[in-house]
């Protein structure tokens, strides 16, 4: 900002000195108002074109992709509470996601507040798949599911068993004692996927997608 105070001459009189303050003082008004709009501009989704990999030797990045923030820890220890996420928002172009793919999706009507635009969980049971937890373990027709990314010992309560319709995914938090899922809203459809989490990451500039608490 130009007249900063080292800028300022020495007034002549009281007029002028009282004109310079309040230039000042509009000045001021004005610049901070210009970073609080830039600031809420920068929350907006982003979009990048980067390919850069955070790994040495790592596959690059897709053309498209889009960083999320996780305010939540519905995702622990996956993905910490305030942790960052990129997303691949082509990956299911060709191809519906994959048992064990954690996505990004717009939460069915009536699910969660209105404010909640993005939920992040994983993808647990597949179209035409039945599932149910009956013990504290996740049954996928019949038979138990081995979920290596759950800690040792942790108990799956609230599946009733449902059988998930074409082109819908039954999707858990792995925090399970700690999540809005579709055990309380349902498989969802695959048009709300936004996209899958790419594991590792990449380098990406621009702010963070916040998403839901849930």
């Known amino acids: 900002m130009s007249g900063g105070p080292g800028e300022v001459s020495e007034p002549k009189d009281h007029l002028t000195f ?7 003082r509009i000045a001021g008004i004005v610049a901070l108002v210009a970073v609080i709009a830039g600031g809420a501009y920068a929350i907006g ?5 980067s390919t850069t990999s955070t790994k040495s030797g790592a596959a690059p990045c897709p053309r498209s992709v889009q960083r999320f923030y996780v305010p939540s820890a519905a995702m622990e220890p996956a ?7 990129i997303v691949d928002r082509g990956a299911y172009a060709t191809h519906g996601p994959a048992r064990g793919d ?7 009507p009536d699910a969660v ?3 909640v635009t993005d939920l992040i969980k994983r993808v647990i049971g597949l179209p035409g798949e039945t599932i149910s937890s009956p013990s504290g373990q996740v049954i996928i027709d019949g038979q138990p599911l081995n979920e290596p990314w759950l800690p040792k010992g942790t108990l799956t309560t609230g599946v009733t068993t449902e059988h998930v319709p074409p082109n819908e995914y039954y999707v ?5 004692g700690n999540s809005q899922d579709s055990r309380f809203f349902g ?3 695959s048009s709300l996927i936004v996209g899958r989490v790419i594991p590792g990451g990449c380098t990406v500039s621009g702010s963070p997608t916040p998403t839901g608490r849930g």
């Open 102 to 108: 954690i996505v990004v999706f717009t939460p069915p």
């Open 18 to 24: 009282s004109v310079s303050r309040r230039t000042l």
């Open 45 to 49: 989704r982003v979009t990048t074109s």
């Open 187 to 189: 498989p969802i459809s």
């Open 79 to 85: 993905i910490p509470i305030r942790g960052r996420v």
């Open 172 to 176: 858990l938090g792995d925090n399970r």
């Open 113 to 115: 507040s209105p404010r």
